[in-house]
């Protein structure tokens, strides 16, 4: 059945009235709406409030609140509280606890640790769903499902192994299959029978800080996957009994990190009504990395997603919380809006007095007061956002770029006991992003699964692990005029972890044409030269791949070591395609260099016809409207960009654009 | 029952001859006595010959070595050597060893390490200390008796679980308080059993390495304050049997530490006849340092105290242990006597052949020789003592200033998850401590429970957790004339951790006049700029507070940041006295600026009227004879401050003190 | 019965055809002749194919892979597959596993972990050696066993705890004697039983990093040698079988590291037939490190020993592994040679697919193919060793000096708790043998136990533990005409860690002529200075001894700090020899000052007259024919000695040698 659209852009975020006395509830409302909040998410830590023993209920709390809430027409975001178990829960079934990487048990204490596996957890889990749902599935307030909070984590507990050996069972069928996908022979670890297979904890094949070292790479990998699909399973057995009751309510859990590791997000998207997702970017953080996870959450399902939570002013769990400037609130939100988000929601619509969050910023403080700073940001984009909220929602976010972001990549580049210590995924994919977002290039970021014919260009860089038929999808999206880009470290590994012989890049070395003989180790403080064909002199770190031509041509070769003048970045003309490849890690301007020869050759058109610091991107209504969003996200002064000097008005200020923009000016341009 | 004062000054220390030959005691006297050596502290660790089964004691080489030292006339301070058990013990009851943080049941093995709930250590202690109790009551060469070792340190274990259980049940009552005391609604971590508390290690609400990260802050600070109370039950069960045989020797148990973090010595004081302290600066530490921790210990009763240990040379367990310079360690010792102490106590009078202290420094090294530097200079040291023991025996040390120190926010400030990880209690107190230290005001450091209305000043920085009525006591010792300094993270939470809502410094609001509307974390590589209002240019670091004036006027501005103008160093008129709020941690010169002003404006009055780099102190005798120490603690020589040229004698030299003093130089001035 | 020797220069390296198709293992042969491969080590890591099940054994395979192997003329290198247990070893005999030093057991994973002390371990172990030795024992193509796989680390279980108290029993009769040794009256650590002694690990009397801390040192080293010894009775239990079926073939297992700390190879020198040794130098590794270890390992039976293994290219689990610069392997391969290699082995002659090593080096790599570099260098050193070879084999290197390294000393003076943190043996074992590699001296590395009477000079720093009848060894020595050096932290301790009375250093008192009062820390940041008797100015780091003369001379004294003035190196004449004690950590071209004395004082002879950067070795073959080895592992151009230009030819070329060595050039010249 097709569930509903948000009723209407949503602006508000997490709310815990429990955690207050009741006479106070109707001033937070009074407060909210002032600063035009519609909307809170509620009940996401309630379990002990709601059962305090077993099987005994007690709604009269959130009966209350959510009464409160829709007396006062708030849309509802309701979360079924399964993320946070309730003491008596572990005392009497300490199997709902997770055991460690270190292989202990833990107890009563923190969230987000349920034992995935635990038959107790799922029962006691479903009983609460069900019977919330059955309660509230009427109320036509409720207009988003939240099921648990954050899911993330692993467990190495004897059920999770149980599990996990029928998982695998499932998988390969045959003990001989298993053996050869994890290349058992090495070191003798031939498994004879499927009992003896041990989870990869520090006492057995992994060790040193958990999902970075591993001896049998393809064990750790399938071990999460197993673990993502086993969270997953709790998320759909939530889902399921929602839809019984209510089958039209969007469904959604809340994803999270920079992006998160453990808990593959492309799996999971299918299973999402919608998407949503908690946006904590440090201070320290370039401002194309929130843009590069707001893409990549608006491509899981290609649709609008929900801004679930941000900060209205600090956080107090990073390193370093230094205070949001002015304006600058607004303007990190209206990013996530200008990249596809149909929610603005933060955490925490009020302060709590304790816990360890209780530093978090929120829209009403300890002080209790709306004279401040933080509010009067919060009122002011939520006048903002009644503005164009309306007309904002369910628009597109086209693009005719994609990066590829995959999961299996995360883990096995991370694995990978290579020729240095120093490979990390998320760093290599966002110096690729970052080409397009600083061009202002609409970019996709995209699953190896994803169809990548609705793209002029294609980018996977360090596509170490690349599954059977992608080499074969990837080389017929060439043949048939596709662009293609990938890098060292790509092309070598099967699914499980196996090289492909006959010669690095493997299944992308047709497509390529280059054949990678043997790859240098840059040591960190060293780096590699090279020169490209005219002459413009390029700097390598990481790795230096040194590269054979099979059918393509050099485009940059290299000019240090006693390997200057082997080809070092490669285009290589196929059918009616091309594909390059670049043989190092290089500098921004170097990659720059490259990616401008690569990007104009194949037109792509910027949304700004010259290079600015602005940020632009473009968001499409249904029937065709052009919505620009022009974001200073710098401490400079930016004059606006020609192409909409004219013609232009800013639906913020219903005026035409200002022809400066100050740090953290927005404007919201249309035709 | 009243206790005796000390005999006498006490020149001496830590002495195990039961590690040597008994045909070796004699010629170790002598060598002792050559440097006026005139007490030895015995039998710390010496369970395992006591009682080398359960229940068989065997007391002759003790008998032995209490003879020899009482026929050399050497004043006892006898041990009950609880502080490390017999190896047969850890065999015969597990329980008796701690299960660490990480939920581990120790073994046999170092020291320190006995559970403070155990009921079987408990038992055997107190046999072994009555036995020997019973036995040397009656020597009248015994002066102080010394519970255990250093106390420190927590257990984890299920027996302190179930206790700790007992001592919550007994605080709060209910279990309705206890969960609104530690706010368990956030997270869903309500309690509705007793039984369902669980100790805060690893595996449950605390994490990261012991005492630094929590979830609950109520519960992990609630489980520090019930193990310094178990400790401290151990501590009381043993003086109580000491005390059926002998009522009148002081008893007291060694303090450690810069301070220990673990032990609440606020709490202990009481408890002890004498406080006596092991003082181990390293080499690193700012001369400063050492001076707080000795006013520390003075002001824990009021009371000059026992330098219990302290190194004639080296130590060997610090990173490094250069050699304390010529005449180095008589100035460092006659420090601790100048801040306080009433005894001069080394570790170890003879060298150990093995162990893991076997480098540490001794008056007696391994070559068994007298004509060595370090023996020359601990004669040299126990010459002058016995010439001005006796004048300084029992002395006072008169402050009108007081700095706050406290174990809960000690433990709640640096559990706190807030806007910097960079929050460490200690050197933010050391900061204001060495405004006084510097100007030679005297000054004392004292608990939260003291009597403020001594002191004309009372200087609390980072009074981060203000138990109930603290903020009263506060606002009304100002308010009948007394002067308060206090600090940016002040006034913010009750004593369970709980933030104290209507606006920061919560109770401290009224007397301070400001209201902080926020907080900027300051980038450890960043500072934030100041201006005083007559223009001086001061620099803060850590965190900023957006501070509204409500009654107080500013007295430093910001001058940077977008809050540059807003006020950052406040002072309030409040009835007959005044408060100070420092909204940053300001460097030292900065913070001297702002304490010259505060200072000018009381007429505190330093020991010496013009600034001098030389440490002085003044003790007071019981007769009112005023005694001043004048230390060179610095590498160049320094000119004597005219307040001492005319009228005084030098206590040391019996002649006129030198009007230069060169580095390590020491003189005890009298009229 | 006499061993038989290596029937010819080896040249091969592991080969694991049962991880491939059988119908590759005739291509690959080819490819391996075709570079005049002649040896293959196999059977490394089979456990698992050969015995499925317990008791159920399978050499089908393995009968293929000999048969193919033979029938190419292969020397076989047989290993005997113990490394590594199979997945059902584990399930059904958990005991099999080690107990980590946080006292965990583990489970299936990884590979060398088993229990020294397991039954069923050395039961199933013993089977399968039986099974395999008598199946292959008369194949006359294997040249030698090879006894499990790099034997390293410790065990912490009960069943060890229950072998070390044995073991205990047996080396110190008595409990009396036992608590003297350990000296375990401190702290009360005495024990009363057998039972009562617990292994020493992070939850008894160790802690911090394995082997790195602990209390009571006696317990903690006595830990390490009946660690060593255990695992030696394990390489022992497999050399009695296979010499019960075949007592000509040498018998060895492969020595490792740099050197492995955990393994007492002096101890195991004895029972291996021939010394084998994998050789894996740190791309970052000073060049004398690797001829250390190769000295090291010829000295540890004065014959020349197998390089067992090393990469032909990179490694891939090092932190960063540069590729080798073209020629660069066959240079480092050779200088093992020169040192006293008489094989040259890789790990590993076909790349795997699947592993943790799958990007380790390999003879054939991924690609397959042979037109590399990789594969090109291989092809040219097999030619060259096809030549030279059979003239190398079985030659000697004749030294007259001795570097003494001791593995007690490893252990004890790392387990220190000193003045510093910073004691580290090896590096300062380096500084003192780069003063005769830099030479071009030939140096044994030897053990405490050695003759020293060979040798015109001992070299032993940082000697601090001195067994008992050593410090009398090296006072005959010296009073014969030996010459002796030593330094700071040396004569110290007894071999369980009890300090020499009397007055540092010791027993080495007497020959070195000093007492040592005091020894100085120096920080990391700083050092002290000192002046030689002709006014050259030298720098020390770490620690400064503070000398007394008692019979020596200084010849150099300290020049900065207190200490000025006092003897910091010094030489003494005893009898017919001389000593050296060298008071501080000297930096490189301090100590080569002091050593130009020295030497200069003994008439030395380096192998070139002049000083030169080039690298010069020299091997005796056993009709007397001289070898010399000309390496230049430096980055520039080097000229040829004027001692080797005339009269000389090259053996590599047949040629003259070339007047000027580029980097990575080698010549082997003889008369």
Redesign the interface.
């Known amino acids: 059945m097709m569930k509903k659209e948000l009723p209407r852009f949503l602006y508000g975020g997490d709310y815990?009235p429990?955690?207050w006395p009741e006479e106070t509830w109707s001033d937070d409302i009074k407060v909210f709406k002032q600063a035009d909040i519609n909307s809170a998410t509620i009940n996401v830590?309630?379990?002990?409030?709601l059962e305090?023993?077993e099987g005994q209920f007690n709604f009269s709390k959130l009966d209350k609140i959510i009464k409160e809430l829709s007396n006062a027409n708030f849309d509802i975001v309701l979360a079924t509280?399964t993320a946070?178990?309730?003491?008596?829960m572990?005392?009497k079934y300490p199997d709902v606890a997770r055991v460690?990487y270190?292989?202990?048990?833990?107890?009563?204490?923190?969230?987000h640790n349920f034992c995935p596996s635990s038959k107790n957890y799922q029962r006691l889990a479903s009983d609460l769903v069900r019977r919330l749902v059955e309660r509230y599935a009427d109320n036509p307030h409720i207009v988003v499902w939240h099921v648990n909070n954050e899911y993330g984590g692993n467990c190495y507990c004897q059920e999770c192994q149980a599990e996990f050996r029928k998982w695998l069972k499932d998988r390969y069928h045959s003990l001989n299959n298993l053996n050869r996908a994890?290349?058992?022979?090495?070191?003798?670890?031939?498994?004879?029978?499927w009992?003896?297979?041990?989870v990869?904890n520090e006492?057995?094949?992994?060790?040193g800080p958990e999902g970075t070292e591993?001896?049998?790479?393809?064990l750790s990998i399938d071990y999460l996957r197993f673990q993502s699909t086993q969270m997953l399973k709790l998320f759909k057995m939530e889902k399921q009994i929602i839809e019984e009751y209510d089958p039209e309510t969007p469904v959604t859990t809340n994803f999270h990190s920079l992006p998160n590791k453990m808990i593959d997000y492309q799996q999971w998207a299918a299973a999402q009504d919608i998407i949503s997702y908690d946006s904590y970017p440090a201070?320290d953080m370039p401002k194309y990395h929130p843009a590069f996870l707001y893409d990549l959450m608006r491509s899981l399902k290609h649709q609008p997603f929900m801004l679930m939570e941000s900060t209205p002013?600090?956080v107090?769990?990073q390193?370093?919380?230094?205070?949001k400037?002015?304006r600058q609130m607004r303007a990190t939100e209206l990013q996530a809006v200008a990249h596809g988000a149909d929610t603005v929601q933060f955490f925490q619509l009020k302060?709590?007095?304790?816990?360890?969050?209780?530093?978090h910023g929120a829209v009403i403080?300890?002080?209790?007061?709306t004279d401040?700073?933080?509010y009067r940001e919060v009122e002011r984009l939520g006048h903002d956002l009644k503005k164009v909220g309306p007309v904002i929602k369910g628009s597109q976010n086209p693009a005719k770029v994609a990066i590829v972001f995959d999961w299996s990549n995360f883990w096995s580049f991370e694995y990978?006991?290579?020729?240095?210590?120093?490979f990390a995924y998320l760093p290599i994919i966002l110096d690729y992003y970052r080409q397009f977002y600083e061009r202002n290039i609409p970019t996709d970021v995209i699953a190896v699964d994803d169809d990548f014919s609705n793209y002029d260009l294609v980018v996977a860089p360090v596509l170490y692990m690349v599954k059977p038929g992608l080499g074969k999808k990837i080389t017929d999206y060439v043949a048939s005029g596709g662009n293609f880009v990938t890098s060292f470290m790509s092309g070598m590994v099967n699914s499980?972890?196996?090289?492909?012989?006959?010669?690095?890049p493997g299944p992308l070395k047709e497509v390529t044409g280059v054949?990678v003989?043997?790859?240098?180790?840059?040591?960190?403080e060293k780096d590699v030269k090279l020169q490209t064909n005219d002459g413009k002199h390029l700097t390598g770190t990481l790795v230096a791949d040194?590269i054979h031509l099979e059918h393509a041509e050099a485009i940059a070769k290299y000019d240090s070591e006693?390997y200057a003048g082997m080809p070092a970045v490669t285009e290589n003309h196929y059918h009616r395609g091309k594909a390059w490849y670049i043989g190092s890690r290089l500098d921004h301007a170097s990659l720059s260099t490259i990616f401008d020869q690569i990007i104009g050759s194949l037109k792509l058109k910027p949304l700004s016809a010259k290079k600015t610091a602005l940020e632009i991107t473009k968001r499409v209504t249904t029937d065709g409207q052009k919505l620009y969003f022009i974001l200073n996200m710098g401490n400079d002064q930016q004059p606006l960009p020609n192409d909409f000097k004219e013609g232009y008005h800013d639906l913020l200020t219903g005026q035409s654009p200002k022809n400066v923009l100050n740090p953290w000016d927005v404007e919201l341009l249309t035709h």
């Open positions: 815990n429990e955690q830590f309630s379990w002990a409030l305090p023993a509280s946070a178990m309730p003491a008596w572990f005392k460690d270190q292989g202990r048990r833990h107890v009563f204490g923190a969230r994890w290349n058992m022979n090495v070191w003798s670890h031939t498994i004879y029978n009992d003896e297979i041990v990869p006492l057995g094949d992994a060790w591993t001896i049998v790479a393809g201070y002013s600090q107090n769990w390193q370093y919380s230094p205070l400037r002015p302060q709590a007095v304790g816990g360890s969050e209780k530093f403080p300890h002080s209790g007061r401040t700073r933080a990978v006991d290579g020729i240095t210590q120093d499980t972890d196996n090289v492909y012989l006959g010669g690095y054949w003989e043997e790859s240098d180790a840059i040591l960190p040194l006693f």
